[in-house]
């Protein structure tokens, strides 16, 4: 069917969109110089993402019909250009601002320390903006959480950022409400040093969905619907495990790595 949509806006296909491949779509396909007329239906299929790929700016390897990691990509970055009209913004650590306005500091360093103090001490209550549910207990309501004192005021602003920008209706279809917990004291998982929920300075959401160690291939938190999520985090210089290094996409934290 994108291919049959991308067909069509060249004049190569003028056929229902019906995502049958059958012999208008074919004449398509043989239309285009790079499809081997040699290959599988599935292949040319695979090479027309592929050229339509390359068409459109996007970085892909050869067109091959294989379906390879980068051809899945390119589909979904296509799907987003037909039904949204543009590309869904580039995804790469680098592209995220390093702003950091609160100074939050690097975890695990002296800096860290002197910041932050000891493990589970210097905790306050917030009441959150919107009502939350625990993310293991759907019907659940959670109005507040234990944090850091340090990160109290900067959470608020995030969380009632949250609320302006995604509204109450968007935010329960969304599962930001879904929340992790916050102030745990325990090491990290595998691992003798204390994860960052034992200074209360770190927040996951919706686990289920965000697996600790799913990557943007499954974790729900990496769809474009939740740029301005993780935007108004990062402005604030909280850091995403998931956005940073692609994994635990659930955890959000006020310090660096
Ligand atoms: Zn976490």
Not at 155 to 179: M, P, Q, S
Not at 226 to 250: A, T, V
Request: aromatic share 12%; charged share 25%.
């Amino acid at each position: 069917m994108l291919v049959q949509q991308f067909l069509k806006k060249d004049g190569l296909y003028n056929d229902a969109l019906d995502g049958l491949v059958g012999k208008n779509t074919l004449k398509g396909l043989a239309a285009i110089n790079a499809i081997d007329s040699g290959w599988s239906v599935n292949r040319k299929i695979n090479g027309a993402i592929q050229f339509y790929a390359k068409k459109n700016g996007l970085e892909i390897g050869p067109i091959d019909g294989w379906w390879r990691p980068d051809t899945e990509d390119a589909f979904n970055q296509l799907s987003h250009l037909l039904d949204i009209g543009t590309m869904p913004n580039p995804w790469r650590p680098e592209d995220i601002e390093d702003v950091n306005p609160n100074n939050w500091p690097r975890q695990y360093t002296p800096e860290f320390d002197a910041f932050y103090g000891a493990p589970g001490e210097n905790l306050v209550t917030i009441n959150f903006p919107y009502p939350m549910k625990l993310s293991w207990e759907p019907y659940s309501k959670v109005t507040r959480t234990s944090c850091h004192t340090k990160v109290k005021e900067s959470l608020e602003r995030v969380l009632v950022k949250v609320k302006d920008t995604y509204g109450l209706d968007t935010i329960r279809e969304l599962r930001l409400d879904r929340f992790g917990g916050c102030y745990n004291k325990r090491r990290v998982r595998g691992g003798t040093k204390w994860s960052m929920h034992s200074w209360a300075i770190a927040l996951d959401f919706d686990h289920t969905r965000n697996k600790l160690d799913w990557g943007r291939d499954r974790a729900v938190f990496a769809k474009p619907e939740y740029i301005p999520w993780w935007e108004i985090w990062e402005e604030e210089g909280w850091l995403s495990l998931g956005r940073q290094r692609n994994f635990d996409w659930m955890h959000v934290q006020a310090a660096k790595l």
